[in-house]
């Protein structure tokens, strides 16, 4: 079906996929910078699964998940979640996180983290509909003297 939504993780970033991805990042962020190699890098780590939405063959969306190992037990942390703005409002970033939740739980991961800007009051009811509860804690971020390397 031409219509039919497809969610899927990345396994290989070849060129086409290098550009859809360079063009849905500005939506992402106004100040990320599209970069091949870390692109690669992120695809080839085992710590990171790149999910990709799709829509009659093109990418509609994205977004990261990324689990790592700590005394406490397989922790995991969502990223980058963007849906392309003519697709928005077909339950596409919905579709994502239950993917990402779907392997996180697959993999063993203990908890599930994301952040957002309290101004993003819809992806905010999207987690919180989703099964994520807001926690009573405070976000620290070390910026680093190469901060032209950090858009974030």
């Known amino acids: 079906m031409e219509d039919e939504l497809t969610i ?13 991805i360079h063009r849905l990042l500005p939506q992402l ?17 085992e710590s ?25 037990g397989l922790r995991g942390h969502i990223d980058d979640v963007v849906v392309d703005e003519a697709a928005r409002g077909r339950g596409i970033a919905r579709q994502l996180l239950e993917a990402m939740i779907v392997r996180a739980r697959a993999v063993g991961v203990r908890s599930l983290d994301l ?13 919180e509909a989703s099964g994520f509860k807001r926690r009573d804690s405070v976000l620290f971020r070390y910026q680093s ?8």
């Open 8 to 20: 899927s993780i990345v396994t290989f970033a070849d060129n086409d996929l290098a550009e859809e």
């Open 29 to 45: 962020s106004k100040t990320a910078v599209f970069d091949r190699d870390l692109l690669n890098r992120m695809v080839e780590n």
């Open 48 to 72: 990171v699964d790149l999910f990709l939405a799709r829509l009659a063959g093109r990418v509609v969306g994205m977004a990261t998940l990324v689990t790592f190992p700590i005394p406490t």
């Open 115 to 127: 952040t957002s800007r309290p101004s993003r009051e819809s992806a905010i009811r999207l987690y």
């Open 145 to 152: 003297v190469d901060s032209d390397r950090i858009r974030a």
